[in-house]
């Protein structure tokens, strides 16, 4: 079946460091979307991305989808302690759209003050 | 507007036992999810919902099952809970088109 996969699975990085999570699926996706989970709480959505090659910033943060649409990724720069949790990406279980999303794995993200 | 809110917050069941937890939402979501969440793990689809009536099976659904007879409630059954249903399960709600999921603040459930 379908798989969306994430690496990496952890990361730890200091204060200021940059961060970037990648997400892979095994099909084509329509649209693909992000989330944030903090520790202990739910998860929070943060974008959407639905054309090729698409790429969005929101402040420090840069989401972008492959050309393919298979891919995409979040990429953090100069991160914050307020950036700590796990970041999923998730999309459409088929290409014409469904209403089952797939989550990615997640990558748990760590950062040390 | 109070979003997806889901009850109980925690709950420890013995094994064997039933239990609901419950889901509301107010945001006129038409489409609503069940996903439990292992330790350190992703989220997995157990039953959906898209529209008052109509369900369907997620990627885990054994030993669940749902009703929608409101479009405001989602509620997600246990009858006989086992060791394995220890997680942490989330509601969440969509409204069509949107792609984008609201999720509850969750249950934390575990079965001993």
């Known amino acids: 079946g379908q798989q969306v996969m994430q690496i990496p699975q952890y990361q730890h990085v200091q204060e200021g460091e940059d961060f970037t999570t990648y997400c892979n699926s095994s099909?084509?996706?329509?649209?693909i979307q992000w989330y944030k989970q903090r520790p202990g709480g739910h998860p929070v959505f943060l974008i959407q991305?639905?054309?090729?090659?698409e790429v969005k910033k929101q402040k420090r943060l840069t989401f972008q989808f492959g050309e393919a649409k298979k891919n995409s990724s979040l990429h953090i720069t100069a991160t914050q302690t307020t950036d700590v949790g796990t970041y999923f990406c998730?999309?459409?279980?088929?290409?014409?759209?469904?209403?089952?999303?797939?989550f990615g794995t997640g990558t748990r993200l760590k950062v040390l003050a | 507007n109070a979003g997806v809110t889901q009850t109980p917050k925690f709950r420890i069941l013995k094994i064997g036992q039933s239990m609901t937890l419950q889901c509301t939402q107010d945001?006129?979501?038409?489409?609503m999810y069940w996903y439990r969440q292992d330790p350190g793990m992703g989220l997995k689809l157990i039953y959906y919902s898209v529209g008052a009536g109509i369900t369907d099976k997620g990627e885990v659904p054994n030993g669940y099952n749902v009703s929608r007879s409101t479009t405001e409630d989602f509620p997600l059954r246990l009858e006989l809970a086992a060791p394995s249903q220890t997680s942490v399960y989330f509601c969440?709600?969509?409204?069509?088109?949107?792609?984008?999921?609201?999720f509850g603040a969750g249950s934390r459930l575990t079965v001993l």
């Open positions: 998730a999309g459409p279980g088929t290409t014409s759209g469904t209403y089952k999303y797939i």
């Open positions: 991305l639905v054309k090729s090659g």
């Open positions: 969440a709600g969509e409204n069509s088109g949107a792609n984008v999921l609201t």
């Open positions: 099909t084509t996706l329509s649209n």
């Open positions: 945001m006129n979501h038409n489409y």
